[in-house]
């Protein structure tokens, strides 16, 4: 079990009424970009904890997190009202395989989101190791409503980092936005939409998807890739073209 150290809130950013990052200062252990670690706070005499991404890379001591306040929850609501100089606690060593190194060789990556489980692909990113091995990238974050796409500064600078490599698509799926496509994500996939935004098929002979955020999101897009293109789930020491993020 790792060790919990303390961190002290160094910024909070606000970006709509449910979501928020904070940026945390914590003597961590070195991470692997697409690694989570746990925070947590004491409430009650009872330490509550939960697994969250990193959105930074590695090499940015200023280690931010993206939240969302679920109503009543235990952890997300009191976070929600922490402030810069207060303290939490952290897990000393961070956890996960949902990283490039673990990702077999392919022409394509696709990086499908939900939410705030962009955050890894943005650590990923901004880290830029271990990409050269692909030659498209293509960044799928899906939201439900047009004011939750927090980050389409930053995406729109990692597309023009990597010089026509990167490839960014935004989904709202609960009202009809411009420059973004509308529906669910498996839908998507089944009538072309996503293939015409991209310019580019899937293919269990040429990508590698990444899946990170809502369960029946991962689900139901796995079954999809399996049973439509003959994808198969990646596991340790057997290559597919299939992975997705676990938090223990």
């Known amino acids: ?3 919990w150290i303390t961190g002290e809130v160094l910024e909070k950013k606000i970006w ?21 670690t ?10 509550i904890q939960r697994a969250y991404s990193y959105v930074n890379a590695p090499n940015n001591n200023k280690l931010e997190f993206y939240l969302i306040n679920v109503p009543n929850g235990k952890l997300s609501s009191n976070l929600a009202k922490l402030k810069p100089g207060n303290i939490l606690q952290i897990s000393e060593k961070s956890s996960g395989i949902f990283i490039l190194k673990e990702i077999p060789k392919f022409k394509n990556l696709w990086m499908i989101s939900t939410g705030t489980a962009i ?13 050269e091995k692909f030659t498209n990238i293509i960044l799928i974050h899906a939201v439900r409503y047009k004011k939750d796409l927090t980050f389409l500064s930053l995406m729109k600078k ?6 026509g490599k990167l490839r960014t698509i935004t989904i709202v799926s609960r009202e009809k936005c411009t ?5 669910r994500i498996p839908e998507l996939i089944k009538n072309k939409e996503l293939t015409k935004a991209s310019l580019l ?20 897009t796995r079954e999809l890739l399996e049973n439509n293109y003959g994808m198969k789930k990646h596991i340790q020491n057997r290559p597919g073209n299939i992975s997705n993020e676990q938090y223990w």
């Not at 098929?201 to 139901?220: R, W």
């Open 1 to 3: 079990m790792s060790k």
């Open 16 to 36: 709509t009424d449910s979501l928020f990052s904070l940026i945390i200062k914590a003597k961590i252990k070195p991470f692997i970009a697409g690694q989570y």
């Open 38 to 47: 746990k925070l947590a706070l004491n409430i009650n005499n009872e330490r």
């Open 119 to 131: 955050g890894p692909y943005l650590s990923i990113l901004q880290d830029g190791s271990n990409l």
């Open 158 to 163: 990692l597309k023009n980092n990597f010089n």
């Open 179 to 183: 420059n973004s496509l509308y529906g």
């Open 201 to 220: 098929q899937f293919s269990s002979k040429t990508c590698h998807v990444m899946l990170c955020g809502n369960p029946g999101m991962i689900k139901d």
